[in-house]
């Protein structure tokens, strides 16, 4: 919820946080309010939907007890991005957001890299090319606010100049292997 204009995970606040007071209490910024500070979440799961924050591999086994094994390396590598709950404060601090309704945001885009980063994904190309595009990666004007607000240190800003990084080499790569890349 917003407590006094900030984005807050209010579940983990108290009252004496904010003493003395006045307390204002209001529905997260950025998302249509269905009553009282109950807000629509349904354009959020949409993009996140969009960004294949899943395991994608082609080559899955007929065996469903197959097991992908992990170097403690290979988790720290994504872990943080994992830490996500989904609680959207960033979205309430991104004026991004605020300004184009259709952009992706910064909770889904750090959710789409944890999943790049999975040495058991094959589905980082798809979602570059998803991201890529409209109401992608390159909507972010890197302002920020998303990191400073996330109570779980996810640092979706990072994520999204990481991503950043990679559409740029995959973009100098096509020009230079315009055959493949
Ligand atoms: S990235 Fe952080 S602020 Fe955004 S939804 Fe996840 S936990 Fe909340």
Redesign the pocket.
Known sequence: MMVNGR?T?TCASYLTDHLPGPVRVEPLRHFPVIRDLVVDLASFLTKLTRVKPWIVRDDEPAEPEVEYRQTPEELERYHQFS?????????S?CPIVGLEAGFTG??AI??AQRYNLDSRDRGARERLEILSGDHGIWDCTFVGE??V????????AGAIQQYKLSSALDTLRSFVLPWGK
């Open positions: 984005p995970l830490q996500c709950i989904n609680c959207l404060l960033c979205y601090a910064p909770a750090a959710l998303c990191s607000v996330c109570p779980k240190n996810v640092d979706p």
